[in-house]
C-alpha cells in the first residue's frame, strides 16, 4: 500500500490478556519506530528497528511489552497480561533510511487498544 | 530532564489571518527539530524539518523558525483556512541517532 498501516484498528481486551499490533510500514523502508499517545499527550517512543535490527527498546515500559520485525518489513508489538494503564493508541512510524531525528516519521494511524 | 513545552490552550484565529504556534525545549539543545500536524483520530503527518544551522524554513504557506538562544522553535501558517485546524506538535531531536521527543501539542482553530 502507499503507507503505513495497522491493525487492528482498535482492539478491546480484558485485563490479563495477551495481544498483538501489527504494523505494516512503506515497502522498502530501513527505519520503524513505535510509540504510545495518551490522550491530549505527544507520542511517546518505545521502540525502534533498523532493519530487521531492534537497536532502541529504551521507552518499552516494562518486560510485558514486547517487538519484534523479523524479516525487516512487518512488526508486532505484543504485550503480555495488559493492565489498565496500557490502555492507549499505539503508533507506528517508518522512515526511508537509518537515522532517527534527521528524517521525516510516516505514520499510520495507530490501533487505539482499551484494557478493561 | 529533557522538557518540551507548547502552549496547552486552544489556538483560535479568524480565517485569513496567520497563526503562530510556540514550541520551548528546555535542558539539552537539538540539533534538528520536526513539526507535524494531527487529526482526531489518525496518525502525525509530518510537515516540516529543520537544522540548528537554519534560522528559518518555509514551504507554501508554513513557516518554521529555529532560535538555538532561545531555545525556541515557531511553526507559522499564513493566510490560514478552516481545513488547517488540526493538532500541531513539534518533537526535536539532539541529533540524527538520538529518538524525537515530542511535545504534548497545540490544537489550532481556524475559524470562518
Known amino acids: 500500500g502507499a503507507g503505513v498501516s495497522q491493525s487492528p484498528r482498535y482492539k478491546v481486551a480484558k485485563r490479563g490478556q495477551d495481544v498483538a499490533l501489527r504494523c505494516d510500514p512503506i515497502s522498502g523502508h530501513v527505519s520503524l519506530f513505535w510509540y504510545q499517545q495518551a490522550l491530549g499527550q505527544g507520542p511517546e517512543f518505545l521502540t525502534y528497528?533498523?532493519?530487521?535490527?531492534?537497536?532502541?527498546k529504551s521507552g518499552l515500559p516494562s518486560d510485558r511489552f514486547f517487538a519484534e520485525r523479523p524479516e525487516g518489513s512487518v512488526s508486532t508489538l505484543k504485550i503480555q497480561r495488559t493492565q489498565q494503564e496500557d490502555s492507549a493508541v499505539y503508533l507506528c512510524a517508518s522512515s526511508p533510511s537509518q537515522g532517527s531525528g534527521n528524517q521525516p516519521q510516516h505514520f499510520g494511524d495507530g490501533t487505539r487498544l482499551s484494557i478493561l | 530532564s529533557q522538557k518540551i513545552e507548547q502552549n496547552s490552550e486552544a489556538l483560535n484565529i479568524q480565517e485569513g489571518k496567520t497563526a503562530t504556534l510556540t514550541c520551548n525545549y528546555t535542558n539539552y539543545s537539538p540539533a534538528y527539530l520536526q513539526w507535524y500536524r494531527q487529526d482526531p483520530g489518525r496518525g502525525p503527518v509530518f510537515l516540516l524539518l529543520?537544522?540548528?544551522n537554519e534560522k528559518e524554513k518555509r514551504k507554501e504557506r508554513l513557516k518554521v523558525t529555529f532560535d538555538t538562544t532561545l531555545k525556541q522553535s515557531l511553526f507559522h501558517i499564513t493566510a490560514s483556512q478552516p481545513a488547517d485546524s488540526a493538532t500541531y506538535l513539534c518533537?526535536?531531536?539532539?541529533?540524527?541517532?538520538?529518538?524525537?521527543?515530542w511535545g504534548a501539542g497545540t490544537k489550532l482553530i481556524i475559524k470562518p
Open positions: 529543520i537544522r540548528e
Open positions: 528497528f533498523q532493519n530487521e535490527a531492534q537497536l532502541d
Open positions: 518533537a526535536p531531536a539532539l541529533g540524527s541517532n538520538y529518538q524525537l521527543i
